[in-house]
């Protein structure tokens, strides 16, 4: 029995490179001569031990990230590093400011952001002394999301002050990413949510205090997030908001992202996707096959007058794209069709409708043209 080509447009858990999929079985009764899977090894053996030290080194060298920042393999997705950013950058200010008001600052472009945004409001309720700070918030301004406000308009509360800026470098839901990095006070730890995005172009680590995502768009299954934190950021336990252990930057980099067992499957099929990525040139080979991708579609879609984009041109995400079409019942249509030809997880977040498309990296280019192609067959059978 042959399986039939299924295209997966999904946002998360996503597409995973069939290379990977494949190597990953091959291995998966007798990990590297063990007698054993990877899933059936101590994570205190040698044998695992290669395995983090290899994914470890896999991030290192495809980021380029600098000797002063730590790689942590921790669990409970991104949304859980909403707290874990509270509680140890606060603890990392408290530091410099034992006394006094300490502010945490937040770029609201869309659903992830504005989630952060809520979780630091409910956290400052028990550290009455942290003051949450919109620097902007899209749905005010605009109504909705899908644009950002001029850079000149956003409201930094006091560097001196503030304990981090952050900000979702790719909205998920929406399709809202940023084309470049915040510019914020070189006093402030820039924190990007990147989980959606996570390795699918160059970054310059260098310009952030931390960078966090969950790796089940880009970067492997779902159940374990990458946490790369720079060192000075990292303060003891009995500094700052009480934390649970679990949520402590420093306890996990002190036992090797090891405190207790970590999602050993996890990191070891996130080392196989960034072999693969070592593959496709790196950073910058991917990040260009990226941008083709999405050109493409946005082309189709601008040059259609059955689609159209709600979000800004100059914030088009590129790995999630998003439209519209006229009716809810020609949308219903449209995906009923994609199903018939082996077209996925094509329909739009629940909260907000519409077509999504999900184009991260392990999407090959032909697999877009296939969606293109279908997009034009639909369009003339409803002009």
């Known amino acids: 029995m042959t399986t039939p080509q299924v295209l997966n447009f999904g946002a998360g858990p996503a597409k995973i490179p069939q290379a990977v999929l494949q190597r990953a079985q091959a291995e998966l009764l007798n990990f590297d001569n063990s007698g054993m899977s990877v899933m059936e090894l101590s994570h205190r053996s040698k044998t695992f031990g290669k395995v983090l030290a290899h994914t470890k080194a896999a991030i290192q060298q495809l980021m380029d990230v600098p000797d002063n920042y730590e790689i942590l393999f921790m669990q409970g997705g991104a949304t859980t590093q909403f707290a874990a950013l509270f509680y140890n950058l606060v603890a990392a200010k408290r530091k410099q400011q034992p006394e006094g008001d ?9 659903a992830w952001s504005s989630k952060a945004a809520q979780e630091a409001d409910r956290l400052a309720t028990a550290n009455p002394d942290v003051k949450v700070n919109r620097v902007t918030d899209s749905k005010k301004m605009f109504g909705k999301y899908g644009n950002v406000a001029e850079a000149s308009q956003w409201q930094f509360s006091d560097a001196s002050k503030t304990a981090y800026v952050y900000y979702c470098d790719n909205e998920t839901v929406h399709g809202v990413e940023f084309a470049t990095v915040p510019e914020v006070d070189a006093r402030v730890p820039l924190v990007a949510d990147v989980s959606s995005n996570f390795m699918s172009r160059p970054i310059d680590v260098s310009k952030f205090g931390v960078i966090y995502g969950g790796a089940q768009k880009n970067l492997g299954p779902a159940g374990v997030s990458i946490v790369i934190v720079r060192k000075d950021l990292l303060t003891d336990i009995a500094v700052g908001p009480v934390r649970p252990l679990m949520l402590d930057f420093k306890t996990m980099a002190d036992n090797d992202s090891m405190y207790n067992t970590p999602p050993t499957f996890g990191i070891y099929m996130v080392g196989l996707v960034l072999d693969w990525l070592q593959e496709q040139g790196g950073l910058a080979g991917i990040g260009a096959a990226n941008q083709q991708k999405a050109d493409k579609l946005y082309k189709a879609i601008e040059d259609s007058k059955l689609y159209s984009c709600p979000v800004a041109p100059a914030y088009r995400s590129r790995m999630n794209v998003v439209f519209r079409l006229p009716s809810e019942d020609l949308e219903k249509a449209f995906l009923a069709g994609a199903e018939q030809r082996n077209m996925v997880q094509l329909k739009g977040h ?30 003339k059978a409803n002009a």
């Open 102 to 110: 300490v502010y945490v600052d937040y770029i609201v472009s869309g």
């Open 350 to 379: 629940r909260s907000v409708g519409g077509i999504r498309a999900s184009i991260y990296n392990s999407l090959p280019e032909n697999e877009v043209d296939l969606l293109i192609a279908y997009m034009n067959e639909f369009e």
